[in-house]
């Protein structure tokens, strides 16, 4: 098994709801792994199909782990962990899910005779590049199965560890990437996605992936009112994603659904007290910014309305990004005080 050449401890082991079998759970000897236990699994299945009435622009994915140690402050996948009887605060920072036959079941999967070669979205719930995966390395597996199977794919992280599979990537039909840098201030970085590679890494692996012939965008994301959405910020990332050859930027308002909202205001206490007032406006209906303030913030990525290819597979929609319906009305409006620094 591949997780045997690793120096591991075996602490325990844990019936998780969905699995028929208890998780072994072990914990690594390694600074980015302190505290975190990684709970293996067996999966039954891991190509999901994705409902129709979600509006993604994809209709399936494949998440080899559940939970993720970049510990962002901000992230829609977060709620997802309370399915599986853990938090969606710290227990989603530190309880990973890793399904350790992922690649096994893809394959078994993608040699199905109904199965027709439709496009295969990864990174749209965690990423599959966080750190965990420098140890168990499930994702040479994946790409390979749909090399093997002629199936299309896309990616979606924010870790620069995906340059490690480039050779792969390169062999995938349809091969699509996206890096997600919502900033390259360094105060804002590290105050909003603790654990994550340097926003400089990442856009370095943009380059990186677009000189190899695999095309790669960014998604600046998200955009979040007095922390990240200066006209100066936004517009350094816009240049050097196009000296990077960037086929595409997105920019994506915050949205804070289920258990994420109360987790981010207490964030904000805790960091921008000064900020609570004006989110508790834009919020105030839901987990949704008022449509105003969203195409404020989309226009920001996209100052000159030029137009761009939308990389398939990696569009707003994979961070949970959704389009609601125009409501009568704005939430009060936008404040036009200028954007102070993070700290």
Request: aromatic share 8%.
């Amino acid at each position: 098994m591949r997780w045997d050449v690793l120096k591991v401890d075996e602490d325990e082991s844990r019936a998780l709801p969905g699995y028929r079998e208890p998780a072994a759970v072990r914990t690594f000897d390694a600074p980015e792994a302190l505290d975190t236990r990684f709970y293996e699994v067996r999966a039954k299945s891991v190509l999901n199909r994705v409902p129709p009435k979600s509006r993604m622009p994809f209709e399936w994915t494949v998440n080899p782990y559940r939970g993720c140690t970049h510990a962002c402050t901000f992230c829609f996948a977060r709620p997802t962990h309370t399915y599986l009887g853990l938090d969606a605060g710290r227990d989603f920072e530190k309880e990973i899910i890793v399904k350790v036959n992922a690649p096994e079941v893809l394959r078994a999967e993608l040699r199905r005779a109904s199965w027709k070669r439709r496009h295969v979205a990864m990174g749209t719930n965690t990423d599959p590049y966080q750190w965990v995966e420098s140890r168990y390395r499930l994702m040479p597996g994946i790409w390979q199965a749909l090399i093997d199977t002629a199936t299309p794919g896309s990616i979606l992280t924010k870790s620069p560890l995906l340059l490690r599979d480039i050779d792969l990537m390169r062999q995938v039909p349809g091969i699509r990437a996206n890096l997600s840098i919502p900033t390259m201030e360094e105060k804002a970085w590290r105050a909003t996605e603790p654990h994550t590679p340097s926003p400089v890494k990442r856009m370095e692996a943009v380059a990186e992936l677009n000189r190899a012939g695999i095309p790669c965008g960014i998604l600046i994301a998200p955009l979040m009112p007095g922390i990240n959405d200066s006209p100066e910020q936004v517009a350094r990332i816009i240049e050097l994603a196009d000296e990077a050859g960037a086929v595409d930027i997105g920019g994506i308002a915050l949205h804070l659904r289920g258990e994420v909202k109360g987790l981010f205001f207490d964030w904000l206490r805790d960091n921008r007290p000064d900020l609570l007032p004006r989110y508790r406006r834009l919020y105030a209906r839901g987990a949704y910014a008022p449509v105003e303030e969203r195409e404020r913030l989309a226009k920001l990525a996209n100052p000159a309305g030029r137009p761009r290819r939308a990389l398939r597979g990696v569009s707003g929609a994979a961070m949970g990004e959704r389009a609601p319906a125009r409501s009568g009305g704005a939430v009060g409006e936008r404040p036009r005080e200028e954007q102070q620094s993070l700290f």
